[in-house]
């Protein structure tokens, strides 16, 4: 079972360069999510996506982009690296019941942006 | 927005002790978690919560999901080298699956 999987899990950028952190389960879960970790702080929600074609704003959304095509898929795109977007980035995923059912998350992507 | 208030940031105790955290919120929660973050991990899920007073337990942690809606406890006993990490507690109100997340409490276990 890979669960959540999330791509790639170290980057270094520069500022101004843009990239697309990639995150795919195989869980067949309708409801996505992309969190930023920074030290001490938390987890902060960027985005999420409740079905494919769906997505919509979380906490901090501002200098992040993401599409939903399939189940699937969730990426998220960074088009201007700013130095304050160095963070570890969290995708989750959860079938979206009526009864709650718990986030599962990847492993992470460690961006740092110089 | 909606916060999850976790004290102390840092908890340091000896293996074989027990230790409880808790978290706090001025708003209620429908659903109250327990994560556990190994370092260069994601968070893994440790106990859910879903009914006010509800009390369960998963090995040697026990949460609590407060009367009130507004608060949890998690307790850990007998602690050992492998509980250190990083312990969030998470709350759900029902809207979209989404989650709020306390700062979160680092543990560190001397031997």
């Known amino acids: 079972n890979a669960g959540v999987t999330q791509t790639p899990k170290f980057r270094i950028l520069k500022i101004g360069q843009s990239m697309t952190l990639q995150c795919t389960q195989d869980m067949n879960h309708n409801y996505m999510y992309w969190y930023r970790q920074d030290p001490g702080m938390g987890l902060k929600l960027i985005y999420y996506?409740?079905?494919?074609?769906?997505?919509d704003k979380g906490e901090v959304p501002n200098g992040y982009n993401v599409s939903r095509s399939t189940t699937e898929d969730f990426p998220l795109r960074l088009e201007l690296a700013a130095p304050s977007q160095t963070s570890v980035y969290f995708c989750?995923?959860?079938?979206?019941?009526?009864?709650?059912?718990?986030?599962?998350f990847g492993d992470g992507t460690r961006l740092s942006i110089l | 927005g909606q916060q999850l208030n976790q004290s102390p940031q840092s908890m340091f105790i000896q293996e074989g002790e027990d230790v409880s955290m808790n978290c706090t919120s001025s708003s209620i929660f429908n659903t109250w978690l327990w994560y556990k973050q190994d370092p260069g991990e994601g968070p893994v899920l440790l106990i859910a919560l879903y009914k006010a007073g509800e009390l369960t337990s998963n090995g040697r942690l026990t949460a609590q999901f407060g009367i009130t809606r507004k608060d949890s406890f998690l307790n850990i006993s007998a602690s050992i080298p492998s509980d250190v990490g990083i312990y969030f507690c998470?709350?759900?109100?029902?809207?979209?699956?989404?989650?709020?997340f306390g700062k979160g409490i680092t543990l560190s276990v001397r031997p």
């Open positions: 996506s409740v079905g494919a074609g769906i997505t």
């Open positions: 989750a995923s959860t079938s979206g019941q009526l009864v709650y059912q718990p986030q599962h």
């Open positions: 998470a709350g759900n109100t029902g809207a979209n699956s989404k989650l709020t």
